[in-house]
């Protein structure tokens, strides 16, 4: 296993499309889950430690949607463990209800 490996493992990596969303996630979560943030022509990318007390990566991805949502990004990329996965933006039930009944 090599060392970055091992440093990255309780890390979770954002792809944000503007500085104002890197903005937006610092401002939310960085006072929780410490981390930093880079740029590069793609957009930012957004890191954040887990919590040690095993809820962290819940609360991370509700507090990421709920960003999302207030954003009006419909979903973004995150990576976790070396594997890449989408989340998307946090619907309300009266969504879904809206949704389902199509």
């Not at 990318?45 to 999302?68: I, P, S, T």
């Amino acid at each position: 296993m090599y060392e970055l490996d091992l440093q990255l493992d309780d890390i979770v990596m954002f792809e944000l499309p503007t500085l104002a969303c890197n903005a937006a996630f610092s401002l939310r979560l960085r006072s929780r889950f410490p981390g930093w943030s880079a740029h590069d022509d793609a957009g930012w990318l957004f890191a954040a430690e887990l919590l040690e007390d095993g809820e962290g990566m819940a609360v991370l991805l509700r507090e990421a949607q709920d960003l999302l949502e207030e954003l009006g990004l419909p979903a973004i990329r995150f990576c976790l463990d070396g594997v890449v996965y989408t989340l998307e933006a946090h619907r309300t039930h009266a969504e879904d209800a809206l949704t389902s009944a199509v």
